[in-house]
Every structure is written in structure tokens, then in C-alpha cells.
């Protein structure tokens, strides 16, 4: 049996990869943003908060888009979009033009998880999908991992606008690769007709009244309680991930006094321990439906031990060492990571696969919306308390809340007869 498929897995991780280092730099750029423009908190959360505002809107839109139109001419068009508008930031100086370049961005880059999830759907059977999700979700750490490494060295030495040019040409190489090699399976000619078949093996079970092409209505899934378990999940659990991406540069720059040049290997450190929380949870929740546990078991299993690891995330204001610092945060951003690449799968597991960008759509609209409001809520903790301490008690306690919700609301994770 071939394993082309997993060719389509490393595009995925490469866009993801992408995608963070455009969203991340301006986090990493935070400090040195601040003292020549002289932004406070507030005006930051506000930047911020356009940036999820967009995200939210074009979460919801792509979902529907993507679903319509497929993953492989779908993922083009929002590459191409974010590549724009993240460009478009080296031409900008004041809060009102970064709300306005940060506000296309956010169109654009919410199209990446409903392309990636829908081609997760196309190209991978259930027992797969997981530790698929997993390994292309790692892709957003190794983002986080490359923005700190190479975004100084590049503003050291060109200024902070080349850093927006430089890392914007990635995506160009991105989208010549994927226009090349990506088609459905179905059509590519370089997979095998066994891995065909393993590939749509589990189409039969999947199979419904409405297992087809046509596109289900919203009103339809927004009437399905499995639609509102992703979403009100995705609302939880999604503003800690952005707070995590555009805070943590500045935790660490006043709680332990590091500057652009030096904080970029704590930085590394949070998110290589992120990376194996991904894979990590990813391959768990695989590893246990291949040993036989249900879907639903092996899939809650999985995200009770992932919030589980987040909890000490509260005392990190409170460590005296840089380095235990780093270890409470990366371990809490590990367990984000092994809980998110778990959810993720949940569309696939149970709705149909012509709906399963719309209800990711749907979903990540929620979760910005989330970090909206987290946007305004860390920005007033921080001009007002001058501390991280309120915004880490909320990270370390809504991971169980969110399972608590996908559990009363979807119980069995049983596939929904529409």
C-alpha cells in the first residue's frame, strides 16, 4: 500500500508553519513595535482584537467556501490572500493601518484549518485522522519555533518592515508546490488503488442520507448539538492559544527582563514541548481506537489528560527562574496542542464530509470570537494589574470545562443522522 497521502500530510504542515510565522511576528515584534510607536496595552489588544474580528468573519465564510469549491483551489486562494495582506504590513505606521493589514490577514489565514481539515477528510480514513490532525497542527509550533529565531535576525539587520517582506515570500514557494501536487485521491495518479481503498475504507460506515455532494444548509447544522459542542469547545479553548501567540514574548520580555535578541530560545523551548503535545495527542487518540476503545473513549480519554497538563500554567507568573518558567508554560501549551489536535477531528468523526469545513468554519468562528474578548480582556488585566497572573488562572481551568461541554452535548460522539 503507497503513502502518498502523507505527501498531502507534509503540505499541510508546511502552510500551518507558515501561516503561524505570519501571525506570530507581530507578537515577537511587540516590544520593538511599542517603543518606536509608543502603543499601550490597550492599543496592542486592539490590533489584536481586529485581527480575531477578521478571523472570526472569514472562519465562517472560508468554511462554506471551502466546502463549495474543494480544498485544493480553496487553500490557494487564502494563501494567497494572507501573503497580501502580511506583505502589506511593511508599508504601515500607526495602530489605524495595522487594525487595517492585520484585519486582511486574519481573512485570509482563517481559511488554513477548514482547507487543511477538509483535506485531512479526503485523504485520510478515521483511524488515521488523529495522528494526520496531530502532525499537521505541530506545523503552527514550528511556526512559533522559526518567527523568534529568524524575525530578529532579520530586523536587527534590515529593519522590522523586511521582516514582513522576507518571511512573506515563503508562502509563494508554498503555493506553487501545493497548485502542482495536490488533487483528490480519487484523481491523483500517484496513488495506488490499495491505498485508494484503505483511504475510503471507512466511507461505508460513514454513509448517510446525505452523504453525497450537496452542500448542507447552515440552518440545518446549527439545528445538530454536535455542531454547538465543537463550537462552544473551540470557544474556550481557542483565546488561550492567542494569548499564548501574541502574549508570551512580552511575559517573558517584563517578567524576566528579555529583549528581542533574547528571548527567542525560551520561546524555542515553549514550542518544541507544544510540537510533541500535538504529535503526542494526536498518536494517543489513533493508538487507542486502533487497540480497540471507541472513538468516543479514546477521544476524551485523550483531551481529560491533555487539560489535565495545563492546570500548573497558574503559578507561572510565580516561578523565580526563567527556566521553570518556561517549563509551566510549555507544558501547559503542550497540553493545548494534544487537546486541539484531538478536537479537531471532531467534524470528521461525526458529520458528513461535505459539511465538515462549514461546521470547522463554524467552530473557529467561535474560537475567535473567544479571542476577541481575550484580546480586551489581557490588554485592561495588563494596563490595570500589570500582571499575568488573572490571565493564567483562565488558561488553566477552561480545558475541562470545555470537555465538560463536548461531553454533555455530545455524549457518545456518535455520527449525526441529518
Not at 79 to 107: P, Q, Y
Not at 303 to 317: D, E, K, N, Q, T
Request: proline fraction near 5%; hydrophobic fraction near 55%; aromatic fraction near 14%.
Amino acid at each position: 500500500m503507497g503513502r502518498y497521502r502523507w505527501v498531502i500530510c507534509a503540505l499541510l504542515f508546511a502552510a500551518t508553519s507558515i501561516n503561524y510565522v505570519d501571525r506570530q511576528i507581530l507578537g515577537v515584534l511587540k516590544p520593538t513595535l511599542q517603543l518606536e510607536f509608543g502603543w499601550t496595552e490597550t492599543s496592542f489588544g486592539d490590533v489584536v482584537f481586529w485581527f480575531q474580528a477578521a478571523y472570526a468573519l472569514g472562519y465562517f465564510g472560508f468554511g462554506r467556501l471551502i466546502d463549495r469549491i474543494g480544498a485544493r483551489l480553496g487553500y490557494a486562494a487564502v494563501v494567497v490572500l494572507w501573503t497580501a495582506a502580511h506583505v502589506a504590513h511593511a508599508f504601515v505606521g500607526s495602530v489605524g493601518g495595522f487594525i487595517a493589514v492585520r484585519f486582511a490577514l486574519g481573512l485570509g489565514e482563517s481559511g488554513n484549518f477548514p482547507a487543511a481539515l477538509k483535506a485531512i477528510a479526503e485523504w485520510f480514513p478515521q483511524q488515521e485522522r488523529a495522528l494526520a490532525t496531530g502532525i499537521f497542527v505541530a506545523g503552527s509550533n514550528v511556526g512559533a519555533i522559526i518567527t523568534p529565531l529568524i524575525v530578529p535576525f532579520i530586523a536587527y539587520r534590515w529593519g522590522w518592515r523586511a521582516a514582513f517582506i522576507v518571511t512573506g515570500s515563503f508562502s509563494l514557494v508554498w503555493l506553487v508546490l501545493w497548485l502542482k501536487v495536490y488533487r483528490r485521491p480519487q484523481e491523483h495518479p500517484k496513488v495506488s488503488a490499495e491505498e485508494l481503498a484503505f483511504i475510503r475504507g471507512d466511507l461505508r460506515q460513514e454513509a448517510g442520507p446525505l452523504q453525497g455532494t450537496t452542500t448542507i444548509p447552515w440552518h440545518t447544522l446549527l439545528k445538530v448539538p454536535e455542531t454547538w459542542a465543537y463550537a462552544l469547545a473551540r470557544f474556550l479553548i481557542d483565546p488561550i492559544w492567542w494569548m499564548f501567540l501574541f502574549w508570551l514574548p512580552d511575559f517573558f520580555a517584563k517578567r524576566y527582563h528579555l529583549d528581542l535578541e533574547h528571548f527567542g530560545p525560551p520561546l524555542v523551548l515553549v514550542y518544541l514541548m507544544s510540537d510533541a503535545g500535538s504529535i503526542s495527542g494526536g498518536w494517543l487518540s489513533s493508538r487507542l481506537v486502533r487497540a480497540g476503545y471507541t472513538v468516543n473513549r479514546a477521544r476524551k480519554l485523550t483531551m481529560l489528560l491533555a487539560s489535565i497538563l495545563v492546570v500548573p500554567v497558574m503559578f507561572a507568573m510565580y516561578a523565580d527562574s526563567l527556566g521553570l518558567a518556561v517549563v509551566l508554560v510549555g507544558i501547559a501549551t503542550a497540553g493545548h496542542q494534544a487537546f486541539s489536535a484531538t478536537l479537531y477531528t471532531f467534524p470528521s468523526d461525526v458529520f458528513p464530509r461535505q459539511a465538515v469545513a462549514s461546521v470547522v468554519g463554524i467552530g473557529g468562528t467561535a474560537g475567535a470570537i473567544g479571542g476577541m474578548l481575550m484580546a480586551k480582556y489581557a490588554g485592561w488585566v495588563l494596563d490595570s494589574m500589570g500582571s499575568y497572573t488573572p490571565i493564567f488562572i483562565v488558561a488553566g481551568t477552561v480545558y475541562a470545562t470545555a470537555l465538560m461541554v463536548l461531553h454533555l452535548l455530545s455524549p457518545r460522539l456518535k455520527r449525526v443522522a441529518m
